[in-house]
């Protein structure tokens, strides 16, 4: 059992910067591969950014490619999800999840935070 916990939303300025992070606890998360989705009001949720288990590996929606990084500190339990240029189209409540599969699809996700909210305003 993993256990993921979201921190570091906001409301920032269209074309500011945030980071937002997820700590695992339970299990050690080198064992699995991470992700990021987000889910807009009235939206079905969508991926953002995959990496793999050893972060060599990543894999970005086409809509935030060059403006969003997802790295990975295996030591530290916790991937983050680093938005640059954020516009007012990538708000939306941010979800980890962790798998033993890398890919893109939502349901091959075995475990997932409980999201964090990051508003653009315009």
């Known amino acids: 059992q993993v256990q993921l916990v979201e921190s570091g939303g906001g409301v920032v300025q269209a074309g500011g910067s945030l980071r937002v992070s997820c700590v695992a606890s339970g299990r050690t998360l080198s064992r699995y591969a991470m992700g990021w989705f987000r889910q807009a009001p009235g939206q079905e949720r969508e991926f953002v950014a995959a990496?793999?288990?050893?972060?060599?590996?990543?894999r970005y929606a086409d809509s935030v490619k060059g403006r969003f990084t997802i790295s990975r500190d295996n030591a530290k339990n916790t991937v983050y999800l680093q938005m640059n240029s954020l516009e007012p189209e990538d708000t939306a409540v941010y979800y980890c999840?962790?798998?033993?599969?890398?890919?893109?699809?939502?349901?091959?996700?075995?475990?997932w935070g409980q999201g964090t909210q990051v508003t653009v305003s315009s």
């Open positions: 999840a962790a798998g033993r599969e890398f890919t893109i699809v939502d349901y091959a996700y075995d475990y």
């Open positions: 990496i793999s288990r050893s972060g060599d590996i990543t």
